[in-house]
């Protein structure tokens, strides 16, 4: 099914499309302003969605298990992307974070297992947790240079993951952020920092990481880090 809402549709409202299998496409009207939360959630046959220059806010659970769609393109307008929006968007091989978004919730990629390339543009401060888990092609990845924090399992399983900067100002990386980085063969810490913490199983099962320089100044290290 192909479906162009017309512009007396105001929203997209909470669990508006939920499990609508046979839903393949969808243009949003201009009218919306953000997609309520679960509002495609399991839409497994949505391949393509056009979404509005109107729409600010991509709610909770938004495009969750949309495993068919395999691409997306946000708009500058969006300004915060929610918990679980595109969690098990398994067929998604790629995605941009445009300059407007400011947050972007837990879980949000997580399952993405065919994500080979995000670019983020926009001056996150925070890697939430469990974000990347398990996007298992993921090759590379820039962080903002914003970025203070890091979550707990936030690309843990990123299995194809081969190198990865961290940003000078993190003061704090979360338990088994990397955890089953297996191919992760190099990773850059701040060179000097104070009050710097790597938590429990930060690198564990990183197979193929040979060398890691602790920073220079405070550091507080978590059991079995590597």
Do not use: W
């Amino acid at each position: 099914v192909n479906l162009l809402l017309t512009e007396g549709e105001l929203g997209m409202e909470s669990s508006m499309f939920k499990k609508s299998t046979k839903l393949t496409e969808i243009t949003i009207p201009t009218s919306a302003n953000m997609i309520e939360e679960n509002c495609f959630y399991g839409c497994r046959s949505l391949v393509r969605v056009t979404i509005p220059s109107t729409v600010l806010l991509i709610a909770d659970s938004g495009f969750r298990d949309c495993s068919s769609l395999t691409q997306i393109t946000i708009p500058s307008s969006v300004v915060r992307i929610g918990a679980n929006a595109f969690n098990g968007c398994s067929s998604l091989r790629e995605f941009t974070v445009p300059s407007s978004v400011t947050y972007i919730g837990k879980f949000a990629f997580k399952g993405c297992i065919s994500l080979e390339k995000i670019e983020i543009l926009t001056n996150l401060t925070a890697i939430e947790e469990y974000l990347f888990f398990g996007c298992s092609s993921l090759v590379s990845l820039s962080l903002p240079k914003t970025v203070n924090h890091i979550g707990r399992f936030s690309f843990s399983g990123c299995s194809s993951l081969k190198s990865l900067e961290i940003p000078s100002i993190v003061t704090y990386i979360g338990e088994h952020a990397f955890a089953g980085c297996s191919k992760l063969q190099q990773i850059k810490l701040p060179e000097k920092i104070d009050n710097f913490i790597l938590q429990s199983h930060t690198f564990e099962g990183c197979s193929s990481l040979t060398e890691v320089d602790i920073p220079e100044g405070t550091v507080t290290l978590g059991v079995y880090v590597f």
